[in-house]
């Protein structure tokens, strides 16, 4: 099987342009906004898109009582100054902090994501 581009990851969200604004501004990617739809576009092809969902309901974690949907690991040189550039820009930090080179935040619609230190 050929392929012809890099595979995209789409996440559901209440609203995409505020999501695909926090995570292109943090990895520094190209952002697409439309509508109901955003895109954030990697150097090397790289594509996570943001999609417009009714009703959308936050996930709750660590509980499973709505699920995590998904989970992004970002590696960084610095946990202290990553912390602070990604609640900057409109993350929070998980009340339960499980790991030492990693920590755990939500974005701007309540999905987990990690910084860990490489």
Do not use: N
Not at 27 to 49: F, M, N, T, Y
Not at 62 to 70: A, G, L, R
Not at 79 to 104: I, N, S, Y
């Amino acid at each position: 099987m050929a392929i012809a581009s890099m595979p995209s990851t789409v996440i559901d969200c209440p609203d995409p342009a505020i999501m695909a604004e926090f995570y292109g501004t943090m990895l520094d990617w190209k952002v697409e906004v439309d509508d109901d739809w955003a895109d954030i576009r990697g150097p090397h092809g790289q594509c996570i898109s943001f999609q417009q969902v009714e009703d959308y309901a936050a996930p709750v974690w660590p509980e499973q009582d709505v699920p995590q949907q998904m989970h992004i690991d970002v590696m960084v040189e610095d946990l202290d100054e990553a912390e602070a550039e990604v609640v900057r820009l409109g993350a929070t930090k998980a009340e339960r902090q499980p790991g030492e080179t990693f920590r755990v935040f939500l974005d701007p619609a309540g999905h987990p994501f990690c910084l860990c230190v490489e």
